[in-house]
């Protein structure tokens, strides 16, 4: 019975130096069959490892995109309530002789020229001065309205000598 070597030989796909070295090292696999299986599978885990890092930060990111667009829904919403409330709750009168002057959330001194009766209203804190988002000047509305509004963004409202503490101003 033909060997391998002695078949390959005689086809001349070897030579015979080539048959005697592959003989005198052993002819048989590097490593065994668990040793193998077991490199693979260390493949194996480092490649899932990855895998699963990967995915970790891409489930992060996605989480910090749909925040991003759950808070700019929210605000949103809530410019536009505002935008709601102060038009509904709006003092509408023509510009007054007298300047109330309150400070804007830029930190700038804003002024609004308004009537005497309008400022004392201010003054006593039955009204309060309030931003109107996507408008650049402020608006004066009750104070029933200035509550509703501080609940929704307390920013937003610029002074307002309301019922727990005064808004707008420092008292000494």
Known sequence: MQNLRDK?????????????????????????????????????????????????????????????????????????????LVEANRVREPPGEVNFHFVKRSGKVGRLALSPQTAKLLENGAAAVVEDPGNPEHAVVPAEAAQRIYEVDKQAVRFWFGPEKPIGFELD
């Not at 490199?39 to 991003?68: D, M, P, V, Y």
């Open 8 to 84: 390959l030989l005689r086809a001349g796909l070897v030579t015979e130096k080539q048959a005697k070295e592959a003989e005198r090292k052993g002819g048989r696999a590097q490593g065994t069959v668990k040793q193998k299986q077991e490199s693979i599978s260390e493949e194996e885990r480092q490649r899932r490892e990855t895998f699963a890092l990967r995915e970790a930060e891409l489930a992060e990111e996605r989480r910090k995109e749909a925040a991003k667009k759950a808070e700019a829904r929210q605000q949103s919403e809530r410019a536009l309530r505002l935008r709601q």
